[in-house]
């Protein structure tokens, strides 16, 4: 098994600074017309500032809910209840004020969203997207916004900057705009980005030039990230860990290395051998998983994977697995599996 | 995919002799229209990249000249009775109009869309006209102790004094066309204006919070729909004193139930965009979001929507006034010269009905064809992104 880049320990060793995010048993009901939907059920992680932590699932499994969450976009409320804590930098992002929260907005945290053509307002030019929060937060003049927005436009690889400003999103193609969704989450220096699946919708080929553009920019910038994404393969080479969500749970969380090497999931497992190849026709990568997954109004008892399982028992059926590491193995290494998948090359450590 | 998208530029170019042709059909025949468009630039892309160079269109000339003879002559020198004069004069005008139609394909490109721009110039030259009425070398409107000396129930004779002729008490009707048209723009445009800032901000409310505010404005919106707009109307009149201001007021509850609903509808649409939630991501209050995110792309399409329904209103203030409800004689609105009609006149004067039905059917007609054209454009449902 090939050692990761980076230390793996996911709670670090006493003296480490704190890391910058920590999620506690996160909870978000979704209140709909049939019930309580648990769009995300319990997820605990953490994040080292500059890291980039990777999370997947098949679509559905609640990590645009997750990531909406963390942020602090979606809080109890009347159409939905949340629980469990999220620390940004020690401070709870559920017990602030509305206020508190738009403050962090746009500034410490910035959002990347998957379509790029919807998260343009169709009848605001370039420079005034980019502008408005520059002037709201960092209190810039006109002009000195202005310069800003044209610097953060280079700095995301976007030609003729100055003309673009005042050009409308409809002018731009997809991966320009996207460039400008990234440039609008980086405009007042974020210590984390969440990247909700960034190039779901765009073209293969633009797709690599905007996940080498976020590598670039975290090398320069040094934010952490949250790479979202249904793709496997959007998110090897990239996280430093990997987070495999299933029905609004973490099922399995470990070094990206380890995890792609080894899955000890069955699910991961299932996922990995569904992905062969990056220029696959969109949508049709999942199919080798057979199934869909649960009704999260209702969810079944027991393993909530089980009915698609291969592993499954009766146990399974019986017993909700928890998220723990295995005893004596990799420490920063968690499965929730009662039966899991033998590495196969049991030599890894 | 994205590429595909974004050519909507270029696309909708391309279906504007389509668009036209709609609004055409009762006037120029398809063959005619195909023609023209080949002939004329080409196709699809219309001026953009319109491979023929302006032209004189010989064909366009061969009709527009007789057919505009032909309108010129037929009320006047024709011999023949009343309705094969009409018949001639309503040939003439179509045949004019195609002709003028290919003869502006080939001078602007094959895009051109006469019908559209007749519109707009009949609307230009009312709104301007209304606005400089007091400057303009009109007849006598409204006082008719001034025009004793004048001719009463005079025919229109367009070289005259009275070029549109007069009422039974000499009153000029161009002149009181004029300033009808100040009376009826007034009222509907300012009622449309209040129903759109009064419905708009209620609809982008009722959009965005949703819930109890949303019931709220549901049942108030649909409890006034309940009600027939003309009995609304009428009992309206009968409290209110029939002034410009109340009128407007009057009207704008007509237009408020399917502003709001406008509103509503565009504010539910844009809501869902990530570009809202990216707005709140980057720290926008919902103030902000609101005014600054929904409410100018809600704008365009109630906008466009507004044009549609100020020929509504506009035909409201005239029946109000028609029926002694409004605009109240001898302030002159098109509504109470149409109901100078009465009696006898019609049959013996027809030009007292005629001159104020006409300008009447032509601004409703044009504020419903540029509305439309503005609302296809504007249409929240297919708006490019
Ligand atoms: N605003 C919402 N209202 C109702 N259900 C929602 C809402 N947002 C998400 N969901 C539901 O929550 C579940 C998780 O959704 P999501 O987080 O978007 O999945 P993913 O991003 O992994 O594809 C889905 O079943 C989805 O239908
Ligand atoms: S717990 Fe059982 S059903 Fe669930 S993934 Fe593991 S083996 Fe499969
Ligand atoms: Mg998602």
């Known amino acids: ?349 | 995919m994205s590429d595909i998208v974004e050519s909507t530029g270029p696309a909708e170019g391309g279906s504007r002799p389509g668009d036209g042709a709609d609004h055409l059909d009762h006037v120029r025949p398809r063959g005619v229209a195909g023609t023209a468009g080949r002939g004329s630039t080409g196709g699809r892309w219309g001026t953009a990249r319109g491979p023929r160079p302006r032209h004189l269109s010989w064909s366009g000339l061969g009709l527009a000249v007789p057919g505009i003879a032909l309108t010129a002559v037929s009320p006047t020198v024709l011999p023949a009775p009343g309705w094969v004069c009409f018949l001639a004069f309503a040939a003439g005008l179509a045949v004019a109009y195609a002709g003028v139609a290919r003869l502006c394909r080939g001078a602007f490109g094959g895009s051109f869309d006469l019908m559209f721009w007749l519109c707009l110039v009949w609307l230009v030259v009312l709104v301007l006209a209304a606005l400089l009425a007091p400057v303009l070398p009109l007849g006598e409107y409204r006082d008719i102790a001034k025009t004793i000396e004048a001719p009463a129930m005079a025919p229109p004779a367009l070289f005259s004094e009275h070029p549109l002729g007069t009422n039974n008490f000499g009153l000029d009707l161009l002149a009181r066309i004029v300033y009808g048209a100040r009376a009826s723009l007034l009222v509907s445009i300012g009622a449309v204006a209040i129903g759109m800032v009064v419905g708009g901000a209620i609809g982008i409310l009722a959009g965005f919070f949703r819930r109890l505010t949303d019931t709220v404005v549901g049942v108030f919106t649909n409890s006034l729909l309940a009600v027939p707009p003309l009995i609304l109307l009428i009992a309206l009149g009968t409290v209110l004193e029939p002034n410009l201001r109340n009128i407007a007021i009057a009207l704008s509850l007509l237009a408020l139930p399917s502003m709001i609903r406008m509103a509503r509808a565009g504010t539910l649409t844009f809501a869902q965009r990530e570009f809202v939630l990216a707005a709140k991501a980057m720290g926008a209050s919902r103030w902000r979001v609101m005014v600054r995110e929904l409410l100018p792309n809600v704008l365009l399409p109630l906008a466009s929507y507004g044009m549609v329904i100020v020929s509504v209103l506009i035909v409201a203030e005239a029946s109000l006034s028609f029926l002694g409800l409004g605009i109240q004689p001898p302030d002159p609105s098109w509504g109470n010269m149409i109901a100078e009609g009465e009696g006898n006149a019609f049959q013996d004067h027809p030009h007292i009905v005629l001159v104020p039905g006409v300008t009447l059917f032509l601004t409703v007609f044009a504020f419903n064809l540029i509305g439309e054209k503005a609302r296809k454009r504007w249409d929240p449902r297919q708006a490019k992104l």
């Open chain 1, 1 to 349: 098994m090939s050692q990761s880049p980076l230390p793996a320990d996911t709670r670090p060793p006493a003296g480490d600074p704190a890391p910058l995010l920590v999620v506690d048993d996160l909870r978000t009901e979704i209140h709909t017309r049939r019930g309580d939907m648990k769009a995300v059920d319990g997820v605990s992680l953490t994040l080292n500032a500059g890291e980039t932590l990777g999370i997947v699932g098949e679509s559905g499994s609640g990590k645009s809910v997750l990531g909406r969450t963390i942020m602090g976009l979606y809080t109890t409320g009347a159409t939905m209840t949340v629980s469990g804590r999220v620390l940004m930098d020690g401070t709870d992002i559920h017990a602030l004020t509305d206020a508190g929260r738009r403050e962090l907005w746009g500034s410490d945290v910035g959002m990347v969203f998957q379509d790029p053509m919807s998260a343009l307002n169709p009848v605001k030019k370039i420079g005034l997207h980019l502008t408005e929060s520059l002037r709201r937060h960092g209190g810039l003049s006109r002009a000195a916004a202005r310069a800003r927005a044209e610097e953060l436009l280079r700095l995301v690889g976007i030609p003729e900057p100055g003309r673009r400003l005042g050009q409308y999103p409809h002018e731009l193609s997809g991966g320009m705009r996207q460039r400008v969704v990234i440039a609008m989450a980086l405009a007042n220096g974020p210590k984390l980005l969440i990247a909700d699946e960034p190039t779901t919708a765009l073209d293969v080929t633009v797709q690599k030039q905007i996940l080498d553009l976020l590598g670039r920019l975290q090398a320069e910038l040094g934010m952490a990230i949250i790479l979202v994404s249904h793709n496997l393969q959007v998110v090897a080479g990239r996280a430093n860990r990997v987070a495999v969500m299933y029905a609004g749970r973490i099922v399995e969380l470990a070094d990206a290395d380890a995890l792609f090497a080894a899955p000890r999931h069955p699910y991961t497992e299932a996922l990995l051998s569904a992905v062969p190849r990056l220029h696959h026709p969109p949508h049709s990568r999942l199919e080798a998983i057979d199934g869909s997954p649960p009704d999260m109004v209702a969810p079944p008892q027991g393993c909530r994977f089980a009915p698609r399982c291969r592993y499954a028992g009766d146990d399974c059926r019986q017993v909700s697995p928890r998220l723990l590491s295995e005893a004596g193995g990799d420490a920063a290494r968690a499965f929730a599996c009662h039966h899991p998948v033998r590495p196969v090359n049991a030599g890894g450590s």
